[in-house]
């Protein structure tokens, strides 16, 4: 079993949608979780950070960890085709330790 | 400011072969990243340098090696080339303490290698 699993899709919605992207895990040391978006061709760039279980909110971005399930999800509200892109969960034990990433799960925004 | 350059970015060699990768940090970062990112595998992370030491390793074979140079720049090298090394080599950098407590890491557009 890998140590963090996403559906890779492709997920293909219509502009204005809402998107709920999704990651499980194994180990339950993970504390810190984070969500990355990579457009094609470009590295990830950081979208939102939390640590231990909660919600957070940055705009159109949700981001829900649940600890005692091993999930995390991220919400998209009102979608824009500039959201196309691979969206990637990422987790570590400890401040200081590596990030592990998921498999990654496309996203098609149609206008 | 600039952000983190990668070179070469593409580079195709033969099995057997050697290939060196090269990543400059954002200036005032002092720890890179390594991550391989091969067709439908993800990020699978590689090494971790910080103020010239390696602090983390992943489980890849010797023949991935790395270092940090005293200006914070990295090398990738990978000897004995096999076919399945073929993938998008990702350097990250982040200025140490501010990334352990956000996660954050900058990402450079990475290095594509082809083995043939």
């Known amino acids: 079993q890998k140590e963090v699993e996403q559906d890779p899709g492709p997920l293909s919605v219509p502009e204005g949608a809402i998107v709920s992207l999704n990651c499980t895990y194994s180990n339950s040391a993970f504390q810190y979780f984070m969500w990355y978006r990579q457009y094609s061709r470009k590295g990830p760039e950081l979208l939102m950070y939390?640590?231990?279980?909660g919600n957070k909110e940055d705009g159109r971005f949700t981001a829900q960890v649940d600890k005692s399930s091993k999930y995390i999800s991220l919400f998209i509200r009102d979608s824009q085709p500039s959201d196309s892109a691979t969206y990637l969960c990422?987790?570590?034990?400890?401040?200081?330790?590596?990030?592990?990433f998921g498999p990654g799960t496309s996203l098609s925004v149609i206008p | 400011e600039a952000g983190v350059t990668q070179s070469p970015t593409h580079l195709i060699k033969t099995r057997g072969q050697q290939a060196t990768l090269r990543c400059s940090p954002i200036?005032?970062?002092?720890?890179v990243y390594w991550y391989q990112q091969a067709l439908g595998l993800g990020l699978q992370f590689l090494l971790w340098?910080?103020?010239?030491?390696?602090?983390n390793r992943g489980n890849f074979p010797p023949r991935f090696s790395g270092r940090q140079f005293p200006n914070y720049s990295s090398e990738l090298n990978v000897n004995a080339l096999e076919l399945e090394d073929s993938a998008l080599y990702l350097c990250?950098?982040?200025?140490?303490?501010?990334?352990?407590?956000?996660?954050?890491?900058?990402f450079g557009e990475g290095s594509r290698l082809t083995v043939l």
């Open positions: 200036s005032g970062h002092t720890s």
């Open positions: 990422a987790m570590k034990k400890t401040s200081y330790d590596k990030v592990i």
């Open positions: 939390t640590y231990s279980s």
């Open positions: 990250a950098s982040s200025p140490e303490l501010a990334g352990a407590l956000t996660g954050e890491l900058f």
């Open positions: 340098y910080d103020e010239g030491e390696e602090r």
